[in-house]
């Protein structure tokens, strides 16, 4: 059983069964990446593209890995030294990359919705890597592929998100992915980084972290994203940090046990103190090796398919 579906675009459209399917086939290919050959055949012959309009180093650099450890073949197009500086358009784009044999892009880009357009233009399949405020679907699955690996279940799991909400395709998907499956989500940060009628996403909304993180489970801290910001939106960066960084009094507010996430990059003694980041309670470091599994099942599904075992040698 594959996903039957052409593309993975967000995590809004995905099924419960579909979630699952995805972080069950992240499990064997984890393995491959602790062999001392961290190569299998499985995708032979096939070409997966990166085509990023913003700047990434784990998304990008995990979606190479994994398709290269699949046995496929990668090409990458770095649009600040492409035809795109001469004018080329985003379609025209699109379709030269296809015309080469290309079987699944991943699209980074800084509008919203880009992905649904790049899928409706190219047969091959498309994964989205990324849309400006939207979604980032595979942070989320390995964000979720993280908890599991650590607590087994997401029922009644009382999962924080904290920081810039308004601003964070991250935190959509996981809002999208996390209810899904069963996770209490509760989102907390300044009303200005907050998005207009959050809680109609189900979601237990938050302006102090004091309240929202008693009690917590996992919490997942998001960067505070200024080149998406317009001036105004809070005082000042040491300002911010007191009220909402994720800091040792703060943590210990939580569950003993409660786990630490971080999408990265992250802006120490911002968002997140140094001594939280690096605490033992943090699965920052995890997270990306997680991403690589997570990217390797995605790719194994949308192009080989089978069960989540069968192929994967």
């Known amino acids: 059983m594959g996903l039957n579906r052409k593309d993975v675009l967000g995590l809004q459209e995905l099924t419960a069964e579909e979630i699952q399917l995805i972080l069950d086939t992240a499990v064997p290919m984890k393995d491959i990446l602790s062999r001392e050959i961290k190569k299998v055949p499985t995708l032979r012959g096939k070409v997966v593209a990166t085509l990023f309009y913003e700047p990434s180093t784990r998304t990008r650099m995990s979606f190479e890995l994994a398709a290269k450890y699949m046995g496929a073949d990668t090409m990458s ?34 509008v919203s919705g880009s992905a649904q357009y790049l899928a409706k233009i190219v047969k091959a399949s498309v ?92 919490i997942n801290v998001l960067r505070l994203q200024l080149e ?36 990265g990059p992250m802006n120490r003694g911002v968002e997140i103190a140094p001594e939280v980041a690096d605490s033992p309670q943090s699965t920052i470091v995890e997270q990306v090796a997680n991403g690589v599994a997570i990217r390797m099942a995605l790719l194994y599904l949308l192009m080989e398919g089978g069960s989540s075992s069968e192929g994967i040698s």
């Open 77 to 110: 197009l770095a649009v600040a030294t492409s035809s795109v500086q001469k004018g080329e358009s985003f379609r025209d784009t699109a379709q030269t990359i296809e015309s080469m044999g290309v079987d699944t892009v991943i699209l980074r880009h800084s």
């Open 228 to 263: 998406r910001q317009q001036k105004g939106l809070f005082p000042t960066v040491r300002e911010y940090h007191q009220l909402y960084g994720l800091t040792p009094a703060r943590l210990k507010l939580a569950r003993p046990d409660a786990l630490v996430l971080h999408p």
């Open 127 to 218: 994964i989205n890597g990324g849309d400006g405020t939207r979604e980032h679907p595979t942070q989320a699955l390995l964000d979720m592929f993280t908890i599991r690996e650590k607590r087994g279940s997401f029922a009644g799991m009382k999962v924080v998100i904290l920081g810039d909400i308004l601003h964070s395709r991250v935190a959509r998907s996981n809002i999208w992915g996390l209810t899904k499956m069963g996770a209490e989500v509760r989102v907390v940060g300044p009303p200005t980084l907050m998005p207009p009628e959050i809680d109609k996403l189900g979601v237990k909304v938050y302006y102090q972290a004091e309240d929202a993180l008693e009690g917590a489970d996992v």
